[in-house]
């Protein structure tokens, strides 16, 4: 089976733009999360998605949004970008509840200037 | 609310040296446990995982215990390889009213010298 994909993988940007970034499960895998990755915060939750319904959020504003359509596929947009935006957005992909073994992608690197 | 806390890196050893990272938690309930690896530019993938208290996970010669008594599930591994380079990140995941928020430690970056 093919991996979780995303796109693009780099991006840059600059202040109070806003970006749309990609993910691609894996067949048949129904549940997608988001996560932000950056060195001073580690690894936190943003939201998850299943059968194209928010089903869990973490603790971020709301200029973090997401989506997900009926073929499982989801996209995350962030509006009116921040410097503290930067950072490595992954997604991963599982069967169903987030206690299966997730299985991530290679991440959107964001670069906000 | 839950955490997760690990051994801060980075942990240097030599080649087919013994490997700990600490990792304990705190989270009101049982929750799942999981180790994931991060190799450079890539994205994270599970190592190892453990559901329930005394079970062992293991995989490529790493292995962790669910403690439930000291909360923690600390990874091990005998003999450590070069291509063993890589952050390592501890985490929980349980149910809760219905919900799955997952949590990671901060990671631990671990660097195998020939």
């Known amino acids: 089976k093919a991996g979780v994909t995303q796109t693009p993988r780099y991006l840059i940007k600059t202040r109070g733009q806003q970006v749309t970034l990609s993910c691609s499960p894996i067949?048949?895998?129904?549940?997608v999360s988001w996560y932000q990755q950056t060195p001073g915060q580690g690894l936190q939750f943003l939201f998850e998605?299943?059968?194209?319904?928010?089903?869990n959020k973490g603790n971020f504003p709301g200029r973090f949004s997401g989506r997900q359509f009926s073929n499982s596929r989801s996209e995350m947009n962030v509006s009116t970008l921040e410097l503290g935006d930067s950072a490595l957005y992954l997604c991963?992909?599982?069967?169903?509840?987030?206690?299966?073994?997730?299985?991530f992608g290679p991440g959107t690197r964001l670069t906000v200037l | 609310g839950d955490s997760v806390t690990q051994m801060e890196g980075p942990v240097t050893l030599s080649e087919e040296a013994f490997l700990t990272i600490n990792c304990t938690y705190t989270?009101?309930?049982?929750?799942?446990l999981f180790w994931y690896v991060q190799y450079p530019g890539e994205g994270l993938q599970l190592l190892l995982k453990?559901?329930?208290?005394?079970d062992k996970g293991s995989n490529k010669g790493f292995e962790a215990t669910y403690r439930k008594e000291t909360t923690s599930f600390h990874l091990e591994k005998g003999s450590v390889q070069v291509s063993d380079s890589a952050v390592y990140f501890c985490?929980?995941?349980?149910?809760?009213?219905?919900?799955?928020?997952?949590?990671f430690g901060r990671g631990t970056s671990l660097i195998v010298h020939p």
């Open positions: 991963a992909s599982s069967p169903g509840v987030l206690t299966d073994t997730q299985y």
């Open positions: 067949s048949g895998h129904r549940s």
């Open positions: 998605y299943f059968s194209e319904t928010q089903r």
């Open positions: 989270a009101t309930g049982y929750p799942s």
């Open positions: 453990a559901t329930k208290a005394d």
């Open positions: 985490a929980l995941s349980f149910s809760s009213g219905g919900s799955y928020i997952p949590t």
